[in-house]
């Protein structure tokens, strides 16, 4: 499972201009809206994806886990994460091993480990061509 957030706006990577000339766009890039994922994966598959207009934070999070994921997953199920501190949450960990699922964390600054991350980075390829 892991967590992701997609701008609204795409920045532009490349712009034309005359030969000796500086670029200028003449749009503002800066993102103006945001929206947040969270998702989890199961046998190559997102399983459980909820999309969030605010920043997640634990509170979200845990609210996530209890009434989204765990429903959701079966059971025995091992759940990985990365170490981002609010998923070490006491009430998180706790809901997750009374649940009776196994909890493993990714070692510190892994996301290549992570396969949601490969899903999260197709999915903003597709937006990034999309606008």
Same mark, same amino acid.
């Given at each position: 499972? *892991?967590?992701?957030?997609?701008?609204?706006?795409?920045?532009?990577?490349?712009?034309?201009?005359?030969?000796?000339?500086?670029?200028?766009?003449?749009?503002?890039?800066?993102?103006?809206?945001?929206?947040?994922?969270?998702?989890?994966?199961?046998?190559?598959?997102?399983?459980?994806?909820?999309? !969030? *207009?605010?920043?997640?934070?634990?509170?979200?999070?845990?609210?996530?886990?209890?009434? *989204?994921?765990?429903?959701?997953?079966?059971?025995?199920?091992?759940?990985?994460?990365?170490?981002?501190?609010?998923?070490?949450?006491?009430?998180?960990? !706790?809901?997750?091993?009374?649940?009776? !699922?196994?909890?493993?964390?990714?070692?510190?600054?892994?996301?290549?480990?992570?396969?949601?991350?490969?899903?999260?980075?197709?999915?903003?390829?597709?937006?990034?061509?999309?606008?």
């Amino acid at each position: 499972m *892991d967590e992701s957030g997609f701008a609204h706006d795409m920045p532009r990577l490349y712009g034309y201009s005359v030969k000796g000339k500086r670029c200028y766009g003449q749009h503002d890039w800066h993102a103006k809206a945001r929206t947040n994922v969270i998702g989890a994966q199961l046998n190559g598959k997102l399983t459980t994806v909820s999309t !969030f *207009d605010c920043h997640i934070n634990s509170d979200i999070f845990y609210a996530w886990v209890t009434q *989204d994921l765990l429903p959701k997953s079966p059971p025995g199920a091992v759940l990985v994460m990365d170490n981002v501190s609010f998923h070490k949450r006491q009430d998180i960990q !706790f809901a997750i091993q009374k649940a009776g !699922f196994i909890l493993e964390y990714l070692p510190t600054y892994s996301p290549a480990l992570n396969p949601i991350e490969h899903k999260w980075a197709q999915a903003k390829a597709l937006m990034k061509h999309r606008t």
